[in-house]
C-alpha cells in the first residue's frame, strides 16, 4: 500500500481564481494576436474582449446574475465564443446546447436550467424561439455595428470562485439527461495543471473538432485563450465531411480526436499538426502506431465530464505500445477501490473502480441532490484515517464507474465499466436513457436490455437492443425483431442517432444469473454469436432459390457486383434494395459481358427484380460493337477538313502524318475541359500520386509507365485547337515523360511544392501526360502522375493505377476498347441520340437561371469555392436511387425558385452505356452533363411521379448517355444561341482512395492533389452519402454566383432534400410540400 499512498500523499494546489480574468490578461498581453479563426470569420483578442463586454453589458442590463444559467444554440461559429465569454463575465454560468440533438432532449436541458432566455445566432432563432422561455437573444454582426450599446466594465465584480461557469449536459439513467456543474476554480485547476502537460503555447492553433454536446470544446476555448493561441473553429459541415483539409486550411498545429475519428486521417493529410490528443476512447496500438513519428505530442487523454475534462494524460510515452494506458493524475488523485465498496482502498496492481480527488471535481448534477450523492461520495473511511505516514484528510471524490489498475510502471489502465455506461464511437451512453426510451416506444414489450455489441466478421462495436416479448424465442434461439417505421420515427425524436440501437433482438425472457440478475455477459454473448452474413439473412428476408440455369448464372453476375455472398440473394430481390446504386450496376453491366450476356443500364434500372430482369436478358438481346483495332480518328473528323487540320497541326506543334496515330474530335466535357482549363488558367492539369514504399526497382516501374501509355493512347494526346474547336492529337511515339526527384522534406510538402510549381509554370502546348517520382530516405517513395481531365474521368483513373501496378507485377491486363472506339460509337449513334433529345426537349423553353444571379459588378477574378451542409441520408424505398431523389429536388426547388413549371437542368452521368466490351474498364473522359427535363403538368402530381420522371429519363438514355449538353441545345431546341447550362446535380458514390500494392507488404492508397485554381463550368449542386448522413455541396465561382448567395441557395435547397424525401414516402403531391 505504500506505493498507493505515495501517489495519493498530496491533493494538487487549488487555483482559487476566475477563467474570465485570465483570459483579460492574455488580451492585455497580446490585444492584437489571434484569438479566433473560425469558418465565419477572425476576432483578436482585442476584438473577442471587446464584443464580449458589449454583449455582457446587454446581459446585465436584462438582469443576468450570478447563478443564472444561460443556455447558448448556435451552429459551430465565432458568435458561439463571444456569448461564452460575456455569460462567463457576467458572473452566469452557461450550457452550450447542440442543435443537432432532438428538440425533446433540448426542451429537457433547458427546463432543467431554469433558464430566462437563450443566446442564438440568427439561423437557430425559430428553434430557439420554441425552447425559450422568453424571446431568445441573437448574437452576430449587430455587436459589431452598434458603437452605443454599454460596455461592461473591466473590473465588474466577480462572483465567488466557487460559482457555476458552466454545466454540460450527459446521458442519464432515468432517461432524463443530467447536468454536470463545473465551478470557476475547478476550470481554473484543470487549466493550470494541465496546459503544461497538453503542450498549449502562444503559436499554437487549436483545432475545435468537438460538437456542442462535450465538454472539451470548453475545454478548447479557455486552454487556447489562457495561453495566447488561436482557436480554429471549423463548420459543421467541414468538421465532419472534410476534416483534413479543413485542418490543412486552417493551419492547425494541435486538435482533440477521438480514435474513431483519428482512424479517417491519414498523418501525411495533416502535415502542419504537432499534437494529437486522443480521447473518448480506449485506444489500442492500431490507433497510436500510424501517428507515432508523425507528430511531436502524442496523448491518450483520459476523464469523465464531472471532473473538468481531463483526470489523467498520458503524455511522456517513450514507445507506441505505452500509449494504450491512462497515464497519471493530472490536477487529481486517481484511487482504485473495491467496486462493491468505496470505503476499501486496494493495493498496487489490483483492478478496482477509479476513484478522482482533486481541485478538478466538479460541483455535482444541477438539481438532483440524490444522483449527486450517490456519484459525489464525501470522506470514504480509509481517506479520514491515513496510512503508510501520510495523513488523513477529508474531501469529494467522484466515482467514475470505470475499473481500471496501477501497472508497474505507475501509469493507470482502463478495464472497463463497472455499470451500464458505455461508448460508442467515442459518444458515452447511458444503457438506461435508452431502455428507458425505448420501453416508452414499444410498449407491446415487457422489457428492454440495452448493451454493445460486435457482431462475428466486425471491427467495432454497434448498440443492441434485447427484448422480452412473450412467447416468441427461447434465450438460445433469440431472433431479430422488426421494428415499425412508426416506432423507428418516434425514437428518433426523443434519442441522438448515436443512441438507437441498429439491432433489437427478441425473446420469451431474459437470461438471468444464478444470484437471480439480469446476465448482460449472456446478452452480448447473444449478439456476437451473430454474424455480419447472417444478420442480412434474417433482415433481407427467406429468399427463393433460382429455377433456371440462367436466373442462377444472374444471381452469381449479382454477387460479384454487389460484393455479397450469393446466398443472400433470391429471384424476387431487388438489385436496389440490395444495395445496388448507378456504379454497382455499371459493374453488373461489365459482369454480364465478361460471360457473354449483354445487360444495359436502362434494362437494369427498368427491370431491376432478379426474376424480371434475367427475362429482359434472354428475350431482348442487343450486339455488342465489334472493337475495331485500325485507327478511327480521322474516320471521325469531316473529309473537307482533314488536309487542313493536318497541316494547322503540323505547324502547331511540329507533329506530321507519319508520326501521328489518328486525330480524334472532342466529347462537350473534353472540349469544356480544354478550352476553358488547360488553354487558358491551367485549371484542370489534375494530379494523382501513389506511395509505393522504399524497395522499388526504378527499371520496372519505368517499363511498366511505358506499357500502360501503349494501352491507354489517350493519355498520351496533345489538344490543338482548330476553327473553334480542339482535337485531341495522339502521337506514334512519345518518350517516356519521367522524372525522378531526391528530397528532403517530408512527402505531403514535397508533393505540394512540385505540383504549385508545375502548375505555375505549365505551358500550353507541352505533352500533358507526366510521371515523378520522389524519393524520401526514410518515408520512401511517391509516384505522381499529371493528366487533364480531358483525358480520363473518376472510373479511369482506378483503370489506370490498377494497369501499372499489374504490369510492374508481371500480369497483363485483359483487352478493353481504346477512347478512339468510345468516339466511334458516339458517332454512330448520333442520329439516334438527336432523335432521343428532340422528344425529351420537344417544346421546352430554355431555363435561364442567369437573371437571379446578376452581380451589380462582376469581380475581376473568377475565385472557385465549396459550400458544404450536412443532413440525415434521406430514408427511401430502394427501388429510387439517392441521385434521382437529389435531382427531382433540384428541379422542385428550380421550379419554385424561378417560378416555372417546365425545368431544363443538367445531370453528371458516367457515360458508360455504350455496348462495347470492356466498356467499365475504359481510359478516357466519358462523364457527360446530360439534359434532364422536370415538367409539371399540375400541381397535383404527386412527389413520386417526379421522382420516378426523372429515374426513368435516366434508364431511358441508353446510348444517348454521351451526348452532349452543348449539342443537344444545338440540334434538338430552337433556344436561342450561346444558351449554355447553369446548373447540375452529381451525385458521387465512386470511391476516391483506391487501395493499391506494387510492393508486396506495403499498400498505398491512391489520391489527388487539389488544385485550388480549378474553376467549374456550372453551378454543381453535389451530394455525396456518408453512412447515416449526407454532404451536400455547391461547387461554383465568384463571377458565376456570389458566395453569399449561393449559401442562402444551399440553406434553403437542404431542407427541400428532407421535404421531398418524406413526400416520397407520405405519397404527398407536389402542393402539399409547401416550398
Given amino acids: 500500500m505504500e506505493k498507493v499512498w ?115 445566432s440568427i439561423s437557430n432563432r425559430d428553434q430557439a424561439e420554441r425552447l425559450s422561455p422568453t424571446a431568445p437573444i441573437v448574437v452576430g454582426q449587430s455587436l459589431e455595428v452598434d458603437d452605443d450599446g454599454p460596455l461592461l466594465p473591466i473590473d465588474y465584480p466577480a462572483p465567488p470562485p466557487s460559482s457555476i461557469v458552466y454545466v454540460v449536459f450527459t446521458s442519464g439513467s432515468t432517461g432524463e ?149 491512462i497515464g497519471i493524475g493530472t490536477g487529481s488523485i486517481i484511487w482504485v477501490v473495491d467496486p462493491q465498496d468505496h470505503h476499501t482502498l486496494l493495493p498496487w496492481g489490483q483492478p478496482g473502480e477509479l476513484l478522482i480527488e482533486g481541485p478538478i471535481v466538479g460541483l455535482g448534477y444541477l438539481n438532483d441532490p440524490v444522483k449527486t450523492g450517490a456519484a459525489f461520495i464525501k470522506d470514504p473511511r480509509w481517506l479520514v484515517k491515513g496510512d503508510c505516514g501520510v495523513s488523513g484528510r477529508r474531501g469529494q471524490l467522484y466515482k467514475t464507474g470505470d475499473l481500471g489498475m496501477y501497472t508497474e510502471d505507475g501509469r493507470i489502465t482502463i478495464l472497463g465499466r463497472k455499470d451500464t455506461q458505455i461508448k460508442i464511437r467515442g459518444n458515452r451512453i447511458e444503457l438506461g436513457e435508452v431502455e428507458c426510451q425505448l420501453q416508452d416506444c414499444m410498449p407491446e414489450v415487457s422489457r428492454v436490455v440495452a448493451e454493445a455489441i460486435r457482431l462475428q466478421g466486425a471491427t467495432s462495436h454497434i448498440l443492441a437492443g434485447f427484448l422480452c416479448v412473450p412467447d416468441t424465442f427461447s434465450v438460445a434461439d433469440a431472433q431479430l425483431f422488426d421494428v415499425s417505421e ?97 456504379m454497382s450496376a455499371l459493374q453488373l453491366v461489365g459482369a454480364a459481358r465478361r460471360v457473354g450476356s449483354v445487360l444495359t443500364l436502362a434494362s437494369i434500372f427498368h427491370s431491376p427484380v432478379l426474376s424480371a430482369m434475367c427475362k429482359v436478358i434472354t428475350q431482348a438481346p442487343m450486339s455488342e460493337e465489334p472493337l475495331v483495332e485500325a485507327p478511327l480518328g480521322l474516320d471521325l473528323i469531316d473529309k473537307g477538313m482533314k488536309e487542313d487540320l493536318t497541316a494547322h497541326i503540323a505547324a502547331s506543334i511540329g507533329l506530321h502524318g507519319s508520326e501521328i496515330v ?137 483503370v489506370i493505377f490498377k494497369a501499372l501496378v499489374g504490369f510492374y507485377n508481371g500480369r497483363e491486363p485483359t483487352k478493353r476498347p481504346t477512347f478512339s472506339n468510345y468516339m466511334a460509337h458516339i458517332a454512330r449513334c448520333r442520329s439516334k441520340s438527336i432523335s432521343h433529345f428532340k422528344k425529351v426537349l420537344d417544346n421546352v423553353r430554355f431555363t435561364d437561371m442567369a437573371p437571379h444571379f446578376l452581380q451589380e459588378e462582376l469581380p475581376v477574378t473568377a475565385v472557385p469555392y465549396r459550400l458544404q451542409n450536412e443532413i440525415a441520408t434521406p430514408r427511401i424505398e430502394a427501388s429510387i436511387t439517392l441521385a434521382s431523389l437529389m435531382s427531382a429536388a433540384w428541379a422542385l426547388f428550380l421550379s419554385n425558385l424561378l417560378n416555372c413549371d417546365d425545368i431544363v437542368f443538367g445531370r453528371l452521368i458516367n457515360g458508360r452505356n455504350a455496348p462495347l466490351p470492356g466498356i467499365e474498364e475504359l481510359v478516357g473522359c466519358c462523364i457527360n452533363v446530360s439534359p434532364a427535363r422536370v415538367s409539371l403538368s399540375s400541381q397535383k402530381m404527386t412527389v413520386r411521379e417526379v421522382v420516378q420522371d426523372i429515374q426513368n429519363q435516366f434508364g431511358a438514355l441508353g446510348n444517348a448517355d454521351a451526348f452532349g449538353f452543348e449539342e443537344a441545345v444545338q440540334r434538338c431546341t430552337e433556344w436561342p444561341a450561346g444558351s449554355e447550362i447553369f446548373s447540375a446535380t452529381m451525385h458521387q458514390n465512386v470511391e476516391e482512395e483506391l487501395p493499391f500494392e506494387l510492393e508486396v507488404g506495403f499498400t498505398g492508397r491512391l489520391r489527388r492533389f487539389e488544385n485550388e485554381r480549378r474553376l467549374p463550368f456550372f453551378l ?56
Fill in 6 to 120: 505515495r501517489v495519493g500523499a498530496t491533493v494538487p494546489e487549488t487555483v482559487h481564481g476566475h477563467v474570465h480574468n485570465r483570459v483579460a490578461l492574455t488580451v492585455c498581453n497580446r490585444p492584437q494576436s489571434p484569438a479566433v479563426s473560425a469558418c465565419d470569420g477572425e476576432l483578436s483578442y482585442a476584438e473577442l474582449d471587446r464584443l464580449a463586454r458589449k454583449l455582457a453589458g446587454q446581459l446585465i442590463i436584462l438582469g443576468t446574475q450570478p447563478g443564472h444559467i444561460i443556455p447558448l444554440l448556435f451552429e459551430k461559429s465565432l458568435w458561439t465564443t463571444v456569448a461564452v465569454l460575456a455569460v462567463v463575465k457576467t458572473g452566469a454560468g452557461f450550457v452550450i446546447l447542440d442543435r443537432f440533438l432532438p428538440e425533446s432532449r433540448l426542451e429537457s436541458i433547458v427546463k432543467q436550467s431554469d433558464a430566462k432566455y437563450i443566446l442564438t
Fill in 1020 to 1075: 454543381y449542386m453535389i451530394s455525396y452519402p456518408r453512412g447515416d448522413r449526407m454532404g451536400v455541396e455547391i461547387f461554383s465561382h465568384s463571377r458565376m454566383v456570389s458566395e453569399e448567395k449561393a449559401r442562402i441557395l444551399l440553406d434553403r435547397f437542404c431542407p427541400v432534400v428532407e421535404m421531398v424525401s418524406e413526400a416520397l414516402r407520405e405519397g404527398l403531391c407536389v402542393e402539399d410540400i409547401g416550398m
Fill in 486 to 582: 412508426e416506432t423507428v420515427s418516434r425514437l428518433a425524436k426523443r434519442l441522438p442517432a448515436y443512441m438507437i440501437p441498429t439491432l433489437l433482438f427478441s425473446m420469451s425472457e431474459l437470461p438471468l444469473t444464478l444470484t437471480g440478475k439480469l446476465d448482460r455477459k449472456r446478452l452480448r454473448e447473444i449478439g456476437s454469436s451473430w454474424s455480419i452474413e447472417k444478420v442480412a439473412l434474417a433482415t433481407l428476408g427467406e429468399k427463393r432459390s433460382p429455377r433456371t440455369s440462367d436466373e442462377d448464372k444472374l444471381r452469381n453476375l449479382w454477387a460479384q457486383a454487389l460484393n455479397v455472398d450469393k446466398g443472400l440473394i433470391g429471384v424476387d430481390d431487388d438489385f436496389f434494395q440490395l444495395g445496388g446504386d448507378s
Fill in 177 to 325: 439527461p443530467k447536468g454536470c456543474m463545473v465551478s470557476h476554480e475547478n476550470l481554473c485547476s484543470a487549466l493550470h495543471h494541465q496546459i503544461p502537460c497538453l503542450g498549449y503555447k502562444p503559436t499554437s492553433r487549436l483545432f475545435d473538432f468537438a460538437s456542442y454536446s462535450f465538454d472539451i470544446t470548453i475545454h478548447n476555448m479557455f486552454a487556447t485563450w489562457w495561453t495566447g493561441g488561436c482557436l480554429c473553429i471549423p463548420s459543421d459541415t467541414d468538421r465532419t465531411d472534410n476534416l483534413a483539409n479543413t485542418m490543412t486550411h486552417m493551419q492547425a498545429t494541435m486538435v482533440h480526436l477521438t480514435p474513431t475519428v483519428a482512424r479517417l486521417l491519414d498523418p501525411e493529410s495533416v502535415p502542419m499538426l504537432e499534437t494529437l490528443i486522443l480521447l473518448g476512447e480506449m485506444i489500442t496500438d492500431r490507433d497510436t502506431k500510424p501517428w507515432w513519428g508523425r507528430v511531436g505530442r502524442l496523448i491518450n487523454a483520459y476523464g469523465p465530464t464531472e471532473c473538468t475534462s481531463y483526470s489523467a494524460l498520458n503524455y511522456q510515452a517513450s514507445i507506441p505500445s505505452m500509449l494504450p494506458s
Fill in 662 to 798: 489518328e486525330i480524334l474530335p472532342l466529347t462537350d466535357m473534353q472540349e469544356y475541359y480544354i478550352r476553358d482549363g488547360v488553354a487558358e488558367n491551367r485549371q484542370f492539369v489534375d494530379y494523382y500520386h501513389l506511395d509505393l514504399g522504399t524497395n522499388v526497382d526504378i527499371v520496372r516501374l519505368k517499363n511498366s509507365c511505358r506499357q500502360i501509355m501503349k494501352l491507354f493512347p489517350i493519355i498520351t494526346a496533345t489538344f490543338v485547337p482548330y476553327l473553334g474547336r480542339h482535337y485531341a492529337i495522339i502521337p506514334t511515339a512519345l518518350d517516356l515523360p519521367f522524372q525522378t526527384i531526391d528530397v528532403l522534406e517530408d512527402l505531403p510538402n514535397a508533393t505540394a511544392t512540385l505540383c504549385l510549381e508545375d502548375i505555375r509554370n505549365f505551358e500550353r502546348r507541352q505533352t500533358i501526360l507526366h510521371f515523378s517520382l520522389i524519393r524520401h530516405k526514410v518515408q520512401g517513395m511517391r509516384l505522381i502522375l499529371r493528366l487533364s481531365h480531358a483525358q480520363y474521368d473518376a472510373i479511369s483513373i482506378g
